[in-house]
């Protein structure tokens, strides 16, 4: 697969984040790897990938001043129009 990112993907990867968000804030328990391997089944990228993606995200969160998920540290190597997809 292409190292790009389609817009699929991403969009799938920063719905996932949102949900993992909205269980971290309520409390409900759920398991990192269990989500990016069903990413990773989709879409055909490693597991790795969309953890790293994740800490994209959080990055994302973090200059737009949001919390980011507890175990995704921001990972700042996001390209800027990347980002700007995530922010939409």
Do not use: C
Not at 52 to 80: E, H, T
């Amino acid at each position: 697969m292409s190292e790009n990112w389609t817009d699929e993907e991403l969009k799938a990867a920063v719905e996932a984040y949102l949900d993992m968000h909205a269980k971290e804030a309520n409390g409900i328990s759920f398991v990192k790897r269990d989500i990016y391997a069903d990413l990773s089944s989709r879409f055909g990228r490693t597991e790795k990938s969309y953890e790293y993606r994740m800490q994209n995200i959080s990055y994302v969160f973090s200059i737009m001043g949001r919390d980011w998920i507890s175990g995704l540290k921001p990972a700042k190597n996001v390209g800027s129009n990347t980002a700007s997809t995530i922010e939409r």
